[in-house]
């Protein structure tokens, strides 16, 4: 047996969030720049060298992936690797493979991620308001995403909605929101943003803590805490209105690190063991220079030994930066 990956703190790490191009069809104001310059291609790791990180991992214990982005499902042929990494669900070696997504081409993927062994997806919708998702996203169509969502439902795959809390933009539709997924059997996690990379807005005009939201939620929804865990930061609370779950992920407001049990990989192959901290090992080197995998363990243990006990995300309201110079869309979120 290889022995588990366990960091200094003595966490084990068994997930995995997987970016696999740092690409997208939308332009989320908290998220991208409108102009954002991509990387060329020869940077990022081909779906061959993804499947075999996933598998790397895999092999030292990792028990659950994350594909995220950008926007994973316009990487070409991503259904290849969702494929692949599927095969380890149904051996038994990995217990979910999942995706965050921003649902645009949901409905012709559907189908074929549930063949494929995902049984869960994060679709990232803000607002239920076709006007307010185009001036969120800049360039998202709000119908292709619902119908995406509605074949997801359809396909058997259960859905949890992410929205991130924006002051003035999305705060006043939250109710509706938390009826809609309670109808629908959709969980509902909020989150907070992120100072993350720069983009063409001020931050600190957006920034909603989810404390506030949550006692303004109080005053007309009865939201009972909940031990329920995904394995990922968020809180949970029972909407006993809806029955539907609902989390909160509160990075700024919140130190959630004594259990984070994870590490995210960027489409260049540069492991981050902390979101909020720049320190980072290379795998693509140690991958690309050899057909076996052995140094590529070595790597990956090398960088477990430097993840940090936790983070220090500010948003520097003086100087008006971001705290982590690269963008979510890099790091995968
Ligand atoms: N494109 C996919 C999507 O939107 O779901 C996957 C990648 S996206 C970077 C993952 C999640 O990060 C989304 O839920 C998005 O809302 C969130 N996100 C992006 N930038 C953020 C920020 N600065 N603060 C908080 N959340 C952010
Ligand atoms: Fe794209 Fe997701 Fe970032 Fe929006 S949040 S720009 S959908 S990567």
């Given at each position: 047996m290889t022995t588990p990956l366990v960091d200094p703190f003595q966490r084990r790490i068994t997930y995995v969030r997987l970016s696999v191009t740092d690409r997208c069809d939308f332009r989320c104001g908290y998220c991208m720049a409108e102009h954002m310059t991509f990387l060329p291609k020869r940077e990022l790791l081909t779906l061959e060298e993804l499947e075999r990180l996933a598998g790397a991992f895999i092999a030292l214990g990792v028990r659950k992936i994350r594909l995220t982005g950008g926007e994973p499902l316009v990487r070409r042929n991503?259904?290849?690797?969702?494929?692949?990494?599927?095969?380890?669900?149904?051996?038994?070696?990995?217990?979910?493979?999942?995706?965050?997504?921003?649902?645009?081409?949901?409905?012709?993927?559907?189908?074929?991620?549930?063949?494929?062994?995902?049984?869960?997806?994060?679709?990232?919708?803000?607002?239920?308001?076709?006007?307010?998702?185009?001036?969120?996203?800049?360039?998202?169509?709000?119908?292709?995403?619902?119908?995406?969502?509605?074949?997801?439902?359809?396909?058997?795959?259960?859905?949890?909605?992410?929205?991130?809390?924006?002051?003035?933009?999305?705060?006043?539709?939250?109710?509706?929101?938390?009826?809609?997924?309670?109808?629908?059997?959709?969980?509902?996690?909020?989150?907070?943003?992120?100072?993350?990379?720069?983009?063409d807005e001020d931050r600190t005009d957006q920034y909603l803590p989810l404390s506030r939201v949550r006692a303004d939620l109080e005053q007309r929804w009865r939201l009972t805490d909940i031990p329920y865990s995904t394995g990922g930061p968020a809180r949970y609370v029972r909407i006993e209105e809806t029955g539907g779950r609902l989390g909160f992920i509160t990075p700024l407001s919140h130190n959630f690190c004594e259990s984070c049990n994870r590490v995210r990989v960027t489409c260049t192959g540069t492991m981050y063991m902390c979101l909020g901290q720049e320190d980072a090992a290379d795998l693509r080197a140690p991958l690309r220079a050899h057909a076996d995998d052995a140094a590529l363990i070595a790597a990956i243990r090398e960088g477990i030994t430097r993840k940090p006990k936790g983070h220090d995300f500010v948003i520097d309201r003086r100087r008006k930066r971001p705290a982590v110079a690269r963008h979510m869309s890099v790091t995968g979120g």
């Open positions: 991503i259904m290849q690797l969702v494929q692949a990494i599927g095969r380890h669900v149904t051996s038994g070696a990995l217990d979910e493979l999942t995706m965050t997504t921003n649902g645009s081409q949901l409905e012709r993927h559907a189908d074929a991620l549930v063949a494929a062994g995902v049984r869960r997806i994060n679709v990232s919708l803000d607002t239920l308001d076709a006007q307010t998702f185009r001036q969120i996203t800049r360039w998202g169509d709000f119908h292709k995403v619902t119908s995406g969502i509605e074949a997801a439902k359809r396909a058997g795959l259960k859905i949890k909605i992410n929205a991130v809390a924006l002051k003035g933009v999305n705060e006043h539709e939250l109710d509706r929101m938390i009826t809609w997924c309670g109808a629908e059997g959709y969980d509902l996690t909020l989150i907070e943003t992120m100072p993350l990379g720069e983009i």
